[in-house]
């Protein structure tokens, strides 16, 4: 199975870009078809009238232009709103300076000198600031990662961001008709969503989901989840919750590929509210424009570079090896080009395309990057580290601005897996950035490998966000003038 796998994976009659520009022309040209039937209907139409005709002539015209008219009003579905979202402030004691981390770790007598080294380099490189939090399960000695610590977690993570977004927006629990929950490491019995049902009291027919090991990309394939489904059920609520439960994470070992993730990740969960009812747009912060998703599992070398196993001591890790930062690119490339093809200019499509032909036939240089600002006014990008943000951002051709709520989440709250988006989004909103027509871009990137883009439009002016929220204490003090 595994050599059939390589060989489908390895075969390379069409690169890429020539086969997702081929399939969206097809898309495009499919889409025209409804629009030359209506402008052939009232062209016959016109003649007939011109011609001066019977009646009876005139049935065929009208037929293409009634079928065209309610095909036009059956298929559009209703709009899809984010009215409001909360992010947790975790509370002062789960503050983890990284002096404290690094002499805690050193009184483990799990990892030795090498490890201690290695965790050292890795979080001054990192980006992290002195403020990010992690569970208190964690800062026992040892770490308590007990199933019981993991649950209180849970509820020291959900419940507030919940409880926040319920008073915000002012619904009811029994108002939810739509629950989704991502946490990639943590799948108790019951499930997670099935905890949240059971405190909130919810109704018994709400559609739950539970979603798991979807890895940083989990929050926005939720938003895409959840946009589908409001497609499906009309005059809905729709929430998502995400998060990552840290004490089930934790690696006790010293392999420097499954290290990495003790360093990085910090305390996070988010709560957003969709809805497709006509009422949401009066009080909605945001319209859904457009969401995307792709992956890469089907190709080894993609799926092997982030994967969840133990030791050789039986210690319990995530490994990432050497070849995540080549499949990032390749899944961060295959989600630009579909997504581009979409929202972009005509202008920025024909330079792409023209590139792309360049680089087949006459060996040119490298292929354009096509130039997003011209549509998108923000970006929250993935918080993986300082370098990767930076790389991101030197891929799309993105300035210091545009990165900036990518470094200042990174550096205040550390890497929060799938809710730092959300973070991100709040830096953006407290700073008054963000104004009425404006897109946001929010790209998630995770384990299997995935990659998931969601589009934004604020349709209201968003004010006096910096005097709540969890960079209502900070704010003031972002940007930093200067970060390694």
């Known amino acids: 199975m595994i050599k059939k796998m390589e060989a489908i994976s390895n075969q390379n009659l069409v690169p890429d870009q020539v086969t997702l520009l081929s399939k969206h022309l097809l898309s495009t040209l499919s889409h025209c078809l409804w629009p030359c039937v209506f402008l052939l209907a009232t062209s016959a139409e016109a003649f007939l009238i011109l011609q001066q005709r019977e009646v009876m002539f005139h049935f065929l015209p009208l037929c293409f232009l009634l079928l065209f008219l309610v095909k036009r009003f059956l298929s559009k579905p209703s709009p899809v709103y984010l009215v409001d979202f909360s992010c947790l402030k975790p509370p002062c004691y789960c503050r983890v300076p990284l002096a404290a981390f690094l002499e805690n770790a050193s009184m483990l007598d799990i990892f030795d000198s090498e490890s201690i080294c290695f965790m050292a380099k890795i979080l001054h490189k990192s980006g992290l600031g002195e403020e990010t939090y992690l569970p208190p399960s964690l800062h026992y000695i040892p770490p308590n990662t007990h199933h019981t610590e ?3 977690e849970v509820q020291m993570v959900l419940f507030p961001v919940m409880n926040d977004l319920l008073a915000k927006t002012n619904i009811s629990p029994l108002d939810i008709d739509i629950l989704i929950l991502n946490c990639s490491g943590f799948c108790p019995s019951p499930s997670l969503s099935s905890i949240i049902i059971n405190e909130y009291s919810m109704r018994s027919d709400v559609k739950s989901f539970n979603i798991s090991g979807m890895g940083c990309s ?5 938003i895409d989840l959840a ?3 409001l497609t499906v059920h009309e005059n809905s609520n729709a929430v998502v919750l995400s998060t990552e439960i840290l004490s089930t994470g934790w690696y006790s070992g010293n392999e420097n590929s499954k290290l990495l993730l003790n360093c990085n990740f910090r305390m996070g969960s988010a709560a957003i509210l969709l809805s497709n009812k006509n009422e949401a747009k009066k009080t909605a912060k945001y319209r859904l424009v457009r969401t995307l998703r792709t992956q890469r599992a089907f190709d080894d070398r993609a799926y092997l570079s982030a994967i ?7 210690n319990l890790g995530v490994t990432v090896n050497r070849d995540i930062i080549h499949v990032a690119h390749e899944i961060l490339r295959s989600n630009v080009s579909i997504l581009g093809s979409k929202i972009l200019p005509l202008s920025e499509k024909l330079r792409y395309v023209v590139s792309m032909i360049k680089k087949r036939f006459i060996k040119s240089e490298g292929i354009y990057v096509p130039n997003f600002k011209t549509v998108i006014q923000h970006f929250c990008l993935p918080c993986s580290g300082g370098p990767v943000i930076r790389e991101i951002g030197k891929g799309l051709k993105l300035s210091e ?16 897996s799938s809710s730092s988006l959300w973070y991100e989004l709040a830096y953006l909103e407290a700073k008054e950035k963000v104004h009425k027509g404006d897109k946001i871009w929010q790209l998630g ?6 990659c998931n883009s969601v589009i934004l439009k604020c349709i209201r002016p968003i004010v006096g966000e910096h005097k709540k929220g969890p960079w209502a204490d900070s704010i003031h003090r972002y940007p930093l003038i200067a970060m390694d």
């Open 150 to 152: 993991s649950i209180k």
């Open 401 to 416: 601005r545009d990165m900036e709520p990518a470094l200042m989440t990174l550096h205040r709250f550390g890497n929060q």
């Open 227 to 229: 946009q589908n489904l």
């Open 308 to 314: 969840r196993e133990e030791d050789s001591y039986g």
């Open 445 to 450: 990137m995770g384990t299997g490998p995935k």
């Open 218 to 222: 989990a929050s926005a394939l939720c």
